[in-house]
């Protein structure tokens, strides 16, 4: 094939993505998309064979990395056997995956509802919990992010909501979150910042009357809205109350779970047994489409005798559970949970290295490899380098460091003020450094903002 052959198939490419297809959350017009050709293990190749570092896991699932042979090995057999069964049936592989699944999550949860992703999951676990409790509230946080189906849009907190504000999901509560360094109490220490918003969480609770609270939904671990570290103390106040009302507690673990945090699950890293734990993403690393909600013994036996109104066309689907298992074996075979919790010290440290080069570098959170760096314009005033929620006008700097991080060949996601960094689970300590090198050079850009 000739160069101009080539390049001409490679056109060809975006232009039917962009003429045929819809791409998330963007204005249509004007968009460039990486045309990938290939992906194997931290790294990404376009067509045009340049190579990117994928520095989040693209968004935050491939966990295990690209092109893992084990799970394609897994798929085609599977597929050899059965491709797709009702949900009304029992294979093999759905059994196995369950059984697995009810192994490594916290304490009671034993049952799960297989689903096809994380909105999924959100919205199920949400009617799981008005089913079993008879009760109609969901108290969740504002800086918060549970998917983008109408029910888990309305959850979140996220100003993508806002377009759809108007067909909102009704009876959601929204709470503030710890968020220490912006704390909106003032406080001087994490844990006081912990025991205020836990402190706003119950009076709200009461204002709403607790009688009609069936859950209280919360990330594991903060993701997208910034990676807002949990108080050591957090989860735990919350789960008292919760406790003390009757309330069931929902763990989105989309983000957060399968090794992201050094554990199998973020509530893991807080001594937490939640009553839900929704799951995705890292299931199965993003090979598949798959999410579910396990639930613990007495949710599963309350549907016993009564009838459980969820249902999904590819619930338990068989060439994604055989996924599934495929990428629960390579988390254990691979060690790459405990490689997870021995590079996070590594990462901080070399992160933390940055802040001494950038006046910009405001703050920095991370649970095992779940990052984000918060940009400012003042350490002082703590202003961002682009607002919440900016607007396009507003974007100018988050986009010269998009384009920067882009251009240097690195993938990463990037969002108003903040820079992600969340690599698969099988990083090794060069290439982070090598991507660190990239974050440098977006940092550098964001520090002529800087007032």
Known sequence: MTTTTLTNKNQTIVKDCLDYTLFSWSAQGNLNPINVAKGKGV???????????????????????????????????QMAEVSYVAPSMATQVRGELGKKLAEITPGNLTKTFFTL??????????????????????????????????????????????????????????????????????????????EMAA???????????????????????????????YPPNYWKLVKEIADKYG???????????????????????????????????????????????????KIAKHFDNNYMPLGLTYSAHPISCAAALAVLNVYEEEDLI?????????????VMKLADKHPSFGDWRNTGLLGCIEVVKNRTTKEPVTPWNAKAPQMEATKRM??????????????????????????????????????????????????
């Not at 402190?199 to 709403?208: A, F, T, V």
């Not at 996070?344 to 070399?350: A, I, L, S, V």
């Open 338 to 350: 405990n490689n997870c919790r021995t590079l996070e010290p590594y990462m901080n440290q070399q």
């Open 247 to 297: 309330i069931l507690t929902i763990a989105d673990e989309v983000m957060s779970g399968f090794g992201r945090t050094g554990n199998w699950f973020g509530v893991t890293t807080h001594g937490v047994e939640p009553d839900m734990i929704c799951m995705a993403k890292g299931l199965t690393a993003g090979y598949i489409p798959m999410g579910g909600v396990i639930v613990q013994d």
């Open 43 to 77: 790294y990404l190749w376009d067509r045009d064979d340049k190579r990117y570092l994928d520095f989040s896991s693209q968004l935050m699932n491939v966990n295990i990395g690209h092109g893992h042979p084990k799970v394609a090995e897994a798929v085609a057999q």
């Open 117 to 194: 992703g994380g909105a999924e999951a959100i919205e199920n676990a949400i009617k799981m919990a008005r089913l079993y409790t008879g009760r109609h509230k969901i108290i969740t946080q504002y800086r918060s992010y549970h998917g983008a189906t109408y029910g888990a849009i309305s959850a979140g907190g996220d100003p993508r909501r806002h377009a759809v504000d108007s067909q909102q999901m009704p009876n959601v509560v929204h709470v503030e979150n710890p968020y220490f360094y912006r704390c909106p109490w003032g406080t001087t220490s994490p844990e006081a910042c912990a």
């Open 199 to 229: 402190r706003n969480l119950e009076q709200i609770i009461k204002y709403e009357k607790p009688e009609n609270i069936a859950a209280i939904l919360m990330e594991g671990e903060s993701g997208t809205s910034g990676c807002i570290k």
């Open 402 to 451: 998009a384009a920067k991080i882009r251009e240097l060949g690195m993938f990463t996601f990037v969002k108003w003020n903040f820079i992600f960094i969340a690599p698969p689970l099988c990083i090794t300590k060069a290439q982070i450094d090598e991507g660190l090198a990239i974050v440098s050079e977006a940092l550098a850009i964001a520090d002529e903002y800087v007032v």
